[in-house]
């Protein structure tokens, strides 16, 4: 059973911090990688997929990186705005489904 | 542009009483899913469907049925109620199963007392 760690937990950064959020699985014969954004009682947004032939992704300020290898990618957020505090998921596809880490909690302090 | 929504957004159950989730997409998706989230704990995954009339098995598919008659939508029923259902679940769909995003719903809050 794919399993997926997420570290930190939490991070708390002022604003226009550049950070790395880091995410780690133990089965790495994935077919991608999905990273999530889920607001307080909210459902999740869909940031990046990577795909297992890829290296890396981006969209404006995110960029995520896989090393399907060693079974770890990272979501680097540049110049962090109070907007980017929520909780970042990322969820490998393994077989017939995503699996899930428990999340980063960001807190950006203006 | 509603995507995958949920019906209903909260409920709160007697143990022992049933009820079902509604899951529609509008997105032409073959590929539906149900998670639920706990506390301090990843999204898992209930039940799965890789297109109409299709379902399976996910992780924890114990005391929940579900049924994809339509292509658009996947139901998700909880016969008898009980506490350890008490959770957030969400509905996700994708186009295909390993080259596409998911998309997901704005969750259920369910109470099971």
């Known amino acids: 059973k794919q399993e997926v760690t997420q570290i930190p937990a939490a991070l708390s950064v002022p604003e226009g911090e550049n950070l790395v959020l880091n995410c780690s699985f133990t089965?790495?014969?994935?077919?991608?990688l999905q990273w999530f954004r889920q607001d307080p009682g909210k459902g999740l947004t869909s940031l990046l997929l990577?795909?297992?032939?890829?290296r890396e992704q981006t969209s404006g300020r995110l960029n995520a990186s896989l090393d399907k290898s060693s079974g770890r990618s990272t979501l680097y957020i540049a110049a962090s705005q109070p907007g980017d505090s929520a909780t970042y998921l990322c969820a490998p596809h393994t077989g017939n489904q995503f699996y899930f880490g428990t999340g980063t909690s960001l807190t950006v302090i203006p | 542009n509603a995507g995958v929504t949920q019906t209903p957004k909260f409920r709160v159950l007697k143990t022992g009483q049933s009820m079902t989730l509604l899951c529609a997409q509008d997105m032409n998706h073959e590929y539906m899913y149900w998670y639920r989230q706990d506390p301090g704990m990843g999204l898992r995954l209930i039940h799965y469907s890789v297109g109409e009339g299709t379902t399976a098995k996910g992780e924890v598919p114990d005391g929940y049925n579900v049924s994809r008659l339509k292509k658009q939508n996947f139901l998700l029923g909880l016969e008898s109620a009980a506490p350890s259902q008490t959770s957030v679940y969400f509905c996700?769909?994708?186009?295909?199963?390993?080259?596409?995003?998911?998309?997901f719903g704005q969750g259920t809050r369910l109470t099971v007392v």
């Open positions: 996700a769909s994708s186009a295909t199963l390993r080259l596409t995003e998911a998309f």
């Open positions: 089965d790495s014969a994935i077919y991608n």
């Open positions: 990577i795909q297992s032939s890829q």
